[in-house]
């Protein structure tokens, strides 16, 4: 009887594969069928040494000079129309193009070597495929508001030179039952047809936890295509998700993705680094002030110190250079209003021993 069951387990599971060789290749996914022939073959090299070889012959003879992955493709919209929202007739998609260069993103030494390890492997996936390895398809970036995950994203299109398409969230929700899973299907489905980097931003959205009662069931199922897609994207491209609010994510979508990139909001070096990036043209007349702004600016965002930052940089041109240090206090006080007292005490100290009070 075991016998029996061992044999019957094992038809299911060559069914299970041959399906998804099957669809691996009417899908036309010339990468991701090549490693799961590797894999078939290293896996059966014990036990079945003649099915084996015969598939490591096969690709031996099928050269990968024509992978989709390794050639610099064009998007080209005539080709995939962009979908939309039957109804609305709005499309799901906006599309960043590569029209100019964009600096790195300040980011934290963690952070930095994450998202070059992941260039790294994106820029030598033959190298990786032929020794059976997969490059990173999927990865989250985590982090508060105005920390760079957007910007990262696409700093990654320009490096990569793939267009970045962003999930357009208020027209893929929809009030209608099953139309929101059908929407996102639509998106999905699309990315991995075009090799490019799809952004999912603010996908606790629709990947909440299925365990939170306060959802429709519509919203949970949503999850259930994210966790399918996940699983089968593409190695010609890459689906990046972001999130602000980690503690809302479904767990069985955390072990899906291939990295989790957490974003960090500055410290006081990257802090004063970042705004002495942000003065250098206006360096020499406030090269003095930069220990200050970095005080000021201690707790905030990489977009909130930018902001900041500017808004002085207008005030010294609007005012023609004049421009005193109870200016600068009350401007930065009215945009960081949760300086902590021990911050303050700092600010005091070096105002008076700069003689300024």
Not at 14 to 30: D, M, P, R, Y
Not at 117 to 136: D, F, H, Y
Not at 238 to 249: K, Y
Request: charged content about 30%; proline content about 4%.
């Amino acid at each position: 009887m075991n016998d029996i069951e061992n044999r019957t387990e094992d038809f299911y599971d060559l069914f299970e594969k041959i399906v998804h060789l099957c669809k691996l290749s009417l899908s036309g996914q010339t990468d991701d069928l090549r490693l799961y022939v590797d894999r078939l073959s290293k896996r059966y090299k014990s036990t079945y040494p003649l099915v084996s070889k015969d598939l490591e012959n096969l690709l031996k003879m099928t050269s990968m000079k024509d992978s989709s992955i390794l050639r610099d493709q064009k998007f080209q919209e005539d080709m995939y129309p962009l979908p939309v929202d039957k109804d609305s007739r709005m499309s799901l998609l906006k599309i960043f193009k590569n029209e100019h260069e964009i600096e790195k993103p300040y980011l934290s030494k963690k952070t930095s070597t994450a998202i070059d390890q992941l260039i790294a492997e994106r820029k030598k996936s033959k190298e990786l495929l032929k020794m059976g390895l997969t490059p990173s398809r999927t990865a989250i970036f985590t982090g508060p508001p105005g920390v760079g995950k957007t910007l990262t994203a696409r700093w990654l299109s320009t490096q990569l030179q793939l267009p970045l398409l962003t999930l357009d969230l208020s027209t893929v929700m929809s009030s209608y039952l099953g139309k929101t899973g059908n929407n996102l299907r639509a998106v999905l489905d699309f990315a991995k047809k075009n090799p490019s980097i799809l952004f999912l931003d603010e996908i606790d959205a629709i990947a909440k936890k299925r365990a939170d009662e306060s959802d429709i069931g519509e919203l949970k199922r949503l999850v259930t295509v994210m966790l399918q897609e996940i699983d089968e994207w593409p190695v010609s491209g890459l689906l990046i998700a972001a999130t602000n609010h980690v503690e809302l994510i479904d767990p069985a979508l955390w072990r899906r993705f291939d990295l989790i990139i957490p974003f960090e909001l500055p410290d006081q070096l990257s802090t004063k680094s970042f705004i002495t990036n942000l003065l250098k043209n206006d360096h020499t007349k406030l090269c003095n002030w930069i220990p200050l702004f970095s005080l000021f600016c201690r707790g905030l965002s990489y977009s909130d110190i930018e902001r900041l930052i500017n808004r002085v940089r207008k005030h010294i041109i609007l005012e023609k250079d004049f421009f005193s240090y109870e200016k600068l206090i009350m401007l930065i006080e009215d945009n960081n209003k949760n300086i902590e007292r021990k911050t303050k005490y700092e600010l005091l100290d070096l105002l008076i021993k700069e003689g300024s009070l």
